[in-house]
């Protein structure tokens, strides 16, 4: 199967380890990566700021993977969820079809819903299948205990993400036990990791950041494991902001899941960027 690798602008500039050891685990299972160079942002920043635009940033992408006849797959669920987005009301508005085609044809370009979008974890679990995945597992962690946050964009607003039931959802799990770790029961599991008020509130953000870490400690995680660059520099850059400013305890290291995925899998650490 091949797909096109949409990686956002977080992923490049801040979190290369998350490219390198997605690419590695998908080589792995036999998914082949097609990188579009003219791909630009998802348009996730400007999206209460200017609609249009926030649509025209993500149609071009699609419009850019439709032409190459390839549906999409994105590692960032922020990328993801926008991708989402736009597609859905590229679809169900006319109106806003014709419009964003008529800027997108100056560049020989257009969209009418003809791909689909997928999320990493998605196409893991539903593409590659778990059956699949267990066959290449070389080293099982029997006494690990994780804590998957799932993020916000992968599963709101359900209708238009269709990833997994948003109240309930297992997809992530059933992959870290793929591993031989126990995915625990936490009750802030579908909880914001913050991320969002950075830069804004980082006071708010580091109290919710905070509360999650504690959550998870408590529940008896080892590792909290993320699919997001968002979610995972928060957990990572910005936890230990937490931890040099207010002192806190709670200390609970995050890990990318491909990360995870492959060192069960025997992939080398330095391709994993561990």
């Known amino acids: 199967m091949k797909f096109a690798l949409f990686l956002g602008c977080n992923i490049p500039a801040r979190l290369n380890q998350y490219e390198s050891s997605a690419r590695a685990v998908l080589k ?8 579009i160079k003219e791909f630009n942002c998802c348009g996730y920043p400007v999206r209460n700021l200017d609609h249009l635009a926030f649509v ?7 419009a850019l993977a439709a032409k190459e006849n390839l549906n999409v797959i994105s590692l960032c669920k922020c990328c993801y969820g926008s991708l989402k987005k736009a597609d859905h009301l590229i679809k169900e508005n006319t109106s806003l079809r014709a419009e964003i085609n008529k ?40 006494n690990l205990n994780i804590a998957t946050h799932y993020g916000c964009h992968v599963l709101r607003p359900s209708k ?41 509130n980082d006071d708010l953000s580091m109290n919710l ?15 909290l494991c993320t699919a997001c660059p968002y979610c995972q520099m928060q957990f ?12 806190t305890n709670h200390q609970l290291p995050s890990l990318l899941y491909p990360q995870l995925l492959g060192l069960s899998m025997g992939i080398e650490k330095d391709l994993l960027g561990l």
């Not at 940033?57 to 699609?62: I, Y």
């Not at 992530?172 to 804004?200: H, Q, R, Y």
Request: charge should be neutral.
């Open 28 to 35: 792995k299972v036999d998914v082949d990566l097609v990188d």
């Open 56 to 62: 025209l940033a993500s149609a071009r992408n699609l």
């Open 103 to 142: 800027i997108l044809n100056k560049e020989g370009l257009q969209y009418n819903g003809d791909i689909k979008v997928k999320h990493f974890l998605s196409v893991l679990y539903h593409d590659v299948g778990v059956e699949t995945l267990k066959k290449k597992i070389e080293k099982t962690f029997t």
């Open 160 to 200: 238009i993400v269709q990833f997994d039931d948003p109240v309930a959802p297992s997809i992530f799990d059933k992959l870290v036990e793929v591993t031989g770790a126990k995915s625990i029961n936490w009750s802030m599991k579908l909880d914001c990791c913050g991320a969002p008020l950075w830069g804004v």
């Open 209 to 223: 950041t905070e509360k999650k870490l504690e959550n998870g400690k408590k529940a008896g995680a080892d590792f």
């Open 236 to 247: 990572d850059t910005v936890q230990n902001t937490i931890l040099s400013i207010r002192g």
